[in-house]
């Protein structure tokens, strides 16, 4: 049974698209390369250059691999630029993915893993954060993902499609050597670039309330997460029950100036 995988050139979408192989699940992926990049994808993997409000290739897709579930990964994802771009992110977080459940419902395609975000928490007001916390976005970023996981409630009600919803927090690693994060707006690229260049990385904000002053958070590396998103779609394979939604974190924060320690250290 084949799943697609779309933004499955980009940092995370690949690295789930290679767990797919490993676990010798076929996988067909799709990415507009806007953020993602091809050589991401190991060459045999099916691989198609299309947006998912592309209704046409999403529908050529369908009929051509006979798609069993979708690993829906692709949309706009930098939460602090989308405040000054909401349009644009609504139209690819939450059209995009209008759209690609419609193709799906046309080509009787019943299972979806979605990658959410923790994002749709906003600022909790307690440290623990669980699935039944209250949803309080703060960005279009966050509202779009928290709107997407409705459409699929609602489809879930209306014909009984099969999905899960893994929201997950600050993701760092890589699980090979040519694939990495070439974000322009996340700490660990934004840290190692400047080491390159021989700057020094700097700390914005340190008046938090934390033990160093530094903003905490919560990173998960990409494997697992991958590893995860694999997971649940096999269970959405076999029919087993799942949850419509999971947290997916380290369960433990680092603050800035840690992870800027590590990176910055020297043996």
């Not at 290739?57 to 990964?73: K, Q, T």
């Not at 749709?120 to 970023?141: A, F």
């Not at 779009?144 to 999905?163: N, T």
Request: net charge negative; hydrophobic share 40%; with cysteine.
């Amino acid at each position: 049974m084949t799943w697609l995988v779309t933004g499955g050139a980009g940092y995370i979408g690949s690295h789930i698209v290679r767990t797919f192989i490993e676990q010798a699940i076929p996988v067909v992926a799709l990415d507009d390369l806007s953020s993602g990049r091809r050589a991401f994808v190991p060459e045999h993997v099916p691989f198609v250059e299309a947006s998912i409000l592309d209704a046409g290739a999403l529908r050529e897709v369908f009929l051509r691999h006979r798609i069993a579930g979708v690993v829906h990964v692709a949309g706009f994802k930098y939460a602090g630029v989308s405040v000054r771009r909401p349009l644009h992110t609504y139209q690819q977080n939450v059209s995009g993915t209008l759209t690609l459940l419609e193709e799906m419902a046309s080509a009787g395609v019943g299972r979806i893993v979605f990658s959410s975000s923790a994002g749709v928490y906003g600022t909790p007001d307690t440290e623990l954060v669980t699935e039944d916390s209250p949803k309080r976005p703060q960005s279009p970023y966050g509202e779009s993902k928290l709107i997407a996981e409705w459409l699929l409630r609602d489809q879930g009600v209306a014909i009984g499609l099969a999905h899960t919803s893994l929201r997950y927090f600050n993701v760092v690693g890589s699980g090979y050597p040519d694939v990495y994060d070439a974000s322009p707006h996340n700490l660990l690229p934004l840290v190692f670039e400047a080491l390159l260049e021989g700057r020094a990385p700097k700390i914005f904000g340190n008046d938090y309330d934390t033990p160093d002053g530094t903003c905490v958070r919560d990173y998960v590396h990409v494997q697992d997460l991958a590893i995860s998103h694999v997971a649940a779609a096999q269970r959405l394979t076999v029919g087993e029950p799942i949850e419509p939604a999971y947290n997916l974190g380290s369960g433990s924060g680092l603050s800035v100036a840690e992870i800027m320690a590590a990176a910055v250290c020297r043996p």
